[in-house]
């Protein structure tokens, strides 16, 4: 069945780990008779929990995409790991929703992941609506919750729905809208009957409403007008403002929910089928032609424009391609442009599915949600378009890495299906990164954190039958000079056959920082044949990318070659590339040679009580604090560090703030690395070499 836009619901459910998504998910379900029986993320069984490492884990490491209809409204409906480690999932989701579930834990504050999915659907300009999950656990205090999430996301923050009882018998809600208290079946069907409010929390709704009221009015003047005249407004009268203000983000509603106990979840579910985002509050988008002049997609163009939000390899079915229709409809047998690649893709088979389970369809229509299989050249992030409106939709931007090691294939002869599967996993997931790092001789992969980078190996291991290591990175540190210094080297060979004969004159100097190597010649008069200045300086960079002192690139240093000696039978290339080699090697022992060490610039966010702790940990790591900016519960440290001061910190980090701290890295400049260090880098460097 095709729904039209107005009817179809696009949401992420997004949040901190372990808040209840993945259940909440599996209650809808339920709800819309889509299962028979919810399943347990403990017992491996749910729909969208399907991965062999989500089973392991018992976490969501991917977005899983899940639909069902309600209410007439078709609910595409995307599951996201709470991980930071996999944010690259949930991004995707929420470039392509159409509002953010924001699920928090009924037992805990608004805690950093919540905080960070907030930031990025302000990002994508969605609104929002909070579900308190888990009110059937002990000690849940409701109110104190509420008060919480007012405090931290401001006073727009409101009970949709209330929990009448908590705790492990909790079985009844009260719907603020209708003044209804609602009654939940125990068997966890999600089924309820309704009963009009009664006595205090009849005195309850009557205050809430009128806060409803004006925070609706925020948005409809006209409403408030109404019930000043009439003292109250029907539900159908708030309808049309509450959506309004809900896409004006004047109002944030909030919905309690035991979604292991399915109790409030039909509730949540009627309000998102009345109230929720459709693709039509978002009818048309930015978008850029093959000039990059910017302009839009509307919902109603009869052209086709989908954004791909998510790329994955299934065993026995290939690549998937999970799309956003924009414009427009795709059918099997259609071709469409990719202008992110200049290719030309023939759609095949289009699914919708249900976790892992496809169910072929003839049409994604416009403001739908689908999946296309083997697509020849596409990958996350790209555009397809019809052949005639070559236009890009905008793309994530992932977050940078926090976390780098190298990767060792642990059998030799893997290097071509490492290779293969490294792009594949990158394809899949841009926040994985991979490259060679040519002063190092390593491949260096990066990611989101400790627990990303082991489900890499596992992918590599199960999906590519390839098993690796991954160890500390070799840090690139570089050598200079600190004085000038002159040499002269004479090379002489005459063993037989050719001789070789070059004598090269040269003088170095400390360059700027950063200038690399500046290679100049004053050769006067026919002392040595111009000639033979690129053999020279052929040699000179020769040794630089060696290492003199200590193994490194050599860098900043001015070279010039003023004057030497040739022969005129025994003077070669080769003999003028020794000489300068050796000339250069002796300068450059002369001239106090020293190790220059790579610093990054790091961003370090945690909740303002564990400052100290972070910033003392930052100086014990020779960090220099530039700057602390933010204004919320949450700072931001502005800081430098050496790289070698900086391996694993995503985990340190983690057991310095309880978890909850978060932070990027990326290169800064090279600094000269302390003397008392230099030995301990030097000696480590010849201990690495000897075996």
């Known amino acids: 069945m095709t729904y039209p836009p107005e009817h179809i619901r696009n949401f992420a459910i997004v949040g901190h780990q372990s808040s209840g998504k993945t259940t909440l998910s599996e209650a809808m379900l339920a709800c819309a008779g889509v299962i028979n029986r919810m399943g347990l993320v403990e017992a491996g069984n749910t729909v969208s929990d399907y991965h062999a490492t989500e089973k392991e884990r018992q976490i969501s490491v991917h977005a899983s995409l899940l639909h069902c209809a309600w209410m007439n ?50 990002r994508f300009g969605l609104p929002k609506l909070i579900v308190v999950n888990g009110i059937d656990k002990e000690n849940v205090d409701f109110d104190q919750v509420l008060a919480d999430l007012r405090s931290h996301f401001g006073k727009k923050v409101f009970p949709m729905t209330l929990p009448i009882d908590t705790g492990p018998g909790c079985c009844r809600i009260l719907d603020v809208m209708r003044s209804e208290e609602v009654d939940y079946a125990r068997d966890g069907s999600g089924t309820y009957t309704e009963t009009a409010a009664d006595g205090a929390w009849k005195q309850r709704v009557r205050v809430l409403h009128s806060e409803l009221i004006e925070l609706v009015a925020e948005a409809d003047d006209s409403l408030l007008e109404d019930f000043f005249e009439q003292g109250d407004l029907t539900e159908d009268q708030l309808r049309s403002g509450v959506h309004a203000a809900i896409q004006a983000q004047t109002f944030i509603p909030v919905f309690a929910t035991s ?73 099997p047998n259609m071709e469409l442009y990719n202008p992110h690649r200049d290719v030309t893709e023939k759609i095949g088979q289009i699914f919708t599915l249900q976790g892992h389970t496809r169910e072929g369809i003839d049409e994604i229509g416009p403001g739908d949600i689908g999946v296309m299989a083997k697509l020849r050249d596409t990958h996350t992030g790209n555009t397809l378009t019809s052949p005639d409106r070559k236009v890009r939709l905008p793309r994530v931007d992932y977050p940078k890495p926090n976390i780098h090691g190298t990767m060792v294939a642990l059998h030799q002869g893997d290097e071509d299906k490492l290779a293969a599967g490294l792009t594949t996993l990158h394809e899949e997931d841009p926040t994985f990164l991979f490259g060679y790092n040519n002063e190092t001789k390593e491949l260096v992969v990066s990611g989101q954190g400790e627990l990303h980078l082991e489900v890499i190996k596992s992918r590599l291991s199960r999906r590519f039958n390839v098993e690796v290591d991954i160890v500390e990175p070799r840090i690139a540190f570089r050598e200079t000079i600190q004085m000038p210094a002159d040499s002269k080297y004479r090379h002489k060979k005459q063993s037989g056959g050719a001789g070789q004969f070059a004598e090269v004159w040269m003088r170095i100097r400390p360059g700027e920082r950063d200038s690399g190597i500046d290679f100049q010649q004053s050769l006067v008069g026919t002392n040595v044949d111009r000639v033979f200045v690129p053999s020279v300086e052929k040699g000179v960079k020769a040794a630089c990318e060696e290492g003199i002192y200590g193994g490194y690139h050599i860098t900043d240093l001015a070279i010039d070659f003023y004057d030497g000696k040739m022969h005129s039978v025994d003077s070669k290339d080769i003999a003028f590339q020794i000489a300068g080699k050796e000339a250069f090697r002796e300068a450059f022992m002369a001239a106090r040679p020293c190790l220059l060490e790579p610093l990054l610039s790091v961003e370090i966010t945690v909740p303002e009580q564990f400052l100290g702790d972070v910033m003392s940990d930052l100086s014990a790591r020779r960090g220099h604090i530039h700057g602390i900016e933010g204004e919320t519960k949450y700072r931001t440290i502005k800081a430098e560090v050496p790289q070698m001061e900086m391996y694993r910190y995503a985990t340190t980090l983690r057991s310095l703030t309880g978890g909850v701290g978060l932070h990027n890295e990326t290169f800064s400049r090279y600094e000269l690395l302390p003397p008392q260090l230099e030995s301990r880098v030097l000696k480590s460097e010849k201990l690495a070499h000897s075996h």
């Open 259 to 331: 979604a292991l106990k399915n109790v409030g979840v039909a509730r949540l579910m009627d309000l998102v089928a009345k109230y929720g985002s459709s693709p039509v509050d978002r009818r048309e988008v930015p978008a850029t032609d093959e000039e990059g002049h910017k302009g839009s997609i509307a919902l109603g163009d009869s052209s086709p424009a989908c954004y791909i939000w998510k790329t994955i390899s299934e065993p026995h079915v290939g690549e998937l391609s999970f799309c956003r229709m924009y414009s427009g409809s795709i059918h």
């Open 73 to 122: 409204r078709k609910f595409n409906i995307i599951d996201t790991p709470g991980y930071l480690d996999f944010i690259s999932e949930g991004l995707g989701a929420l470039r392509v929703g159409d509002f953010a579930m924001v699920v928090v834990n009924a037992t805990s504050d608004p805690e950093i992941g919540t905080d960070q999915v907030w930031e990025y659907a302000n």
